[in-house]
C-alpha cells in the first residue's frame, strides 16, 4: 500500500514538472495591432502592401511562440495564411519584444477579416496550446492616384512652375468623375508654395512657385472619401532644378562692347592740297584747302560770292572738297565731278576751269585726328562689338525660352 502511495506521488510530480514551464508562463490572447478595425485600404497604382502587427508573447529557451495571421473574406473564404515574426526581420522592429509582424500584398479588392492564431509549444515536453484573436475587419478599396507628365524629371523650370498630371485608375485607365470626392495634395522638399484645383479633373495641373533656386522634389497624391475616411494613394514625385532668368549672356554683351568703346579709335591722316590758279595777266593765285576736323571741307573758287576770290573773275570756277584720311582732292568744274590723285605734278596743268589752268602743286599730311569712340575701325573694337552682338542674340534666345518655362496664370 505504501509502494502504491509512492509509485502515485511520483508519477503526480514528474507531471507538474513537466507542465511546470507552461504554467509558468500563461498564455495571453494575441491582439492586433495593425490594421485597426475598419480600416481601409486604397489600391491605387499597385496592391496595397498591409501591415500585419500582433503583440503576442515572448518565446524564451523553453517555450516558444508560433503566430500565423489568417486572413478570410467576409463570406468565411480563406485568401492567405500569413507567419509573423519576432525576429527583427520580416519589417519586425526589435526582436524578442513579443510582437510578430510581416507584410502581406492582398491581390484582390473587397473587405476582409483577420484572425491570428498564437501556438505556445513547450521545447521539453511537446506540449503546445493555443488561442485566438478577435477578428478584426478592414477593406480594400480600388482609388485613383496622380500620374505626373510634366515637367521631365530634372527638367530646368522657372522660379513659377506648372506641373501637369493624370488621374488614373486601375491600369493607366483615365479616371471618370464619380460620386467619391477627391482631392489633391501636393508638396514640396525643400519646402514651397503649391497651389491645386479644389476639384480636380481626370488632367489637371498644378502651380509651384520655388522661393530660391536649387534642386527640389514635387509630390502629388490623391486622397478620396470612402466611407467617411479619407484614404490615399501612392504619392508621384519629379525631381525638377530651378534656375534663375540668364543674365550672364547679357553681361558679357554689355562688358564687350563698354570695353569695345573705351579702347582707343582709330586715328587717320589730315592732308593740306595746295592749288594755283595762274590768270590772263600771267598772275598765280594760291588756293589752299585741307579738313582740320572730321567734316568734310568743300572750298569755293572764282567770283565775289566763292571762299577764294579770284581777281577778274566774276562767276565761280570750280569746287574743291577735301575730306579727312583721303589724299585724293574731289573737284567739281563745269558739272563734273573729278578726283585728283594724291600725287600732283607741278609743272603739268590739272584742269582747266573758265579758261584759267589749275596747277595741283602739293598734298602733304599735317597732322592725325581721332575717330570718335563710337566708331568701330579697329579690329579689336570689330572682335569685341561681334562678340557683344552673338552674347546679346544668344542671352535674348536664352531668356526667351526661360519665359517659356513660366505658366500663364
Not at 503546445?128 to 521631365?152: C, G, L, M
Not at 524629371?153 to 522657372?158: D, E, F, I, R, T
Not at 470612402?226 to 501612392?234: L, P
Not at 542671352?395 to 500663364?408: A, E, N, R
Request: charged content about 20%.
Amino acid at each position: 500500500m505504501y509502494a502504491r502511495r509512492f509509485i502515485g506521488t511520483s508519477l503526480v510530480a514528474i507531471w507538474l514538472w513537466s507542465i511546470s514551464p507552461l504554467c509558468a508562463q500563461s498564455l495571453p490572447v494575441p491582439k492586433v495591432i495593425s490594421p485597426q478595425d475598419q480600416q481601409v485600404y486604397a489600391w491605387g497604382r499597385a496592391e496595397p502592401a498591409v501591415r500585419i502587427e500582433v503583440r503576442a508573447a515572448p518565446s524564451s529557451p523553453t517555450v516558444q511562440h508560433f503566430v500565423t495571421a489568417n486572413i478570410f473574406t467576409t463570406a468565411g473564404r480563406l485568401v492567405e495564411r500569413v507567419s509573423l515574426h519576432d525576429d527583427g526581420s520580416h519589417a519586425d522592429v526589435a526582436a524578442g519584444d513579443g510582437v510578430f509582424t510581416n507584410i502581406y500584398t492582398l491581390r484582390e479588392k473587397g473587405e476582409f477579416q483577420i484572425r491570428v492564431r498564437l501556438q505556445q509549444t513547450d521545447a521539453v515536453s511537446g506540449v503546445s496550446r493555443e488561442k485566438w484573436s478577435e477578428p478584426v475587419v478592414f477593406s480594400v478599396e480600388q482609388v485613383p492616384y496622380v500620374d505626373i507628365t510634366s515637367p521631365d524629371p530634372h527638367a530646368k523650370v522657372a522660379s513659377v512652375a506648372k506641373v501637369s498630371a493624370m488621374l488614373l485608375v486601375g491600369s493607366q485607365q483615365l479616371y471618370r468623375p464619380a460620386d467619391d470626392e477627391v482631392r489633391i495634395r501636393c508638396w514640396v522638399q525643400p519646402e514651397a508654395r503649391a497651389m491645386v484645383p479644389e476639384q480636380p479633373s481626370d488632367r489637371f495641373s498644378a502651380r509651384i512657385e520655388f522661393p530660391r533656386p536649387g534642386k527640389y522634389r514635387v509630390f502629388m497624391v490623391a486622397q478620396t472619401l470612402r466611407n467617411g475616411q479619407w484614404i490615399h494613394s501612392e504619392a508621384d514625385s519629379v525631381w525638377v532644378n530651378v534656375v534663375r532668368p540668364p543674365l550672364l549672356p547679357f553681361g558679357i554683351a554689355l562688358f564687350s562692347f563698354l570695353v569695345a568703346l573705351v579702347l582707343p579709335a582709330k586715328q587717320i591722316w589730315l592732308y593740306r592740297h595746295m592749288l594755283e590758279i595762274q590768270t590772263e595777266d600771267g598772275r598765280t593765285h594760291p588756293v589752299e584747302v585741307f579738313p582740320k576736323k572730321l567734316k568734310d571741307v568743300v572750298t569755293s573758287v572764282g567770283g565775289d560770292d566763292c571762299d577764294k576770290h579770284i581777281p577778274g573773275v566774276a562767276n565761280k570756277l570750280f569746287t574743291l572738297t577735301a575730306k579727312a584720311g583721303e589724299k585724293l582732292l574731289h573737284v567739281q568744274v563745269e558739272g563734273e565731278d573729278k578726283s585728283l590723285e594724291a600725287h600732283p605734278h607741278p609743272s603739268a596743268v590739272a584742269f582747266s576751269a573758265g579758261g584759267l589752268p589749275v596747277y595741283y602743286r602739293e598734298c602733304k599730311p599735317v597732322g592725325k585726328i581721332s575717330l570718335p569712340k563710337w566708331s568701330f575701325t579697329t579690329a579689336p573694337k570689330r572682335v569685341l562689338l561681334l562678340l557683344a552682338i552673338v552674347a546679346l542674340l544668344y542671352g535674348v534666345w536664352t531668356y526667351w525660352q526661360f519665359v517659356q518655362m513660366i505658366p500663364s496664370s
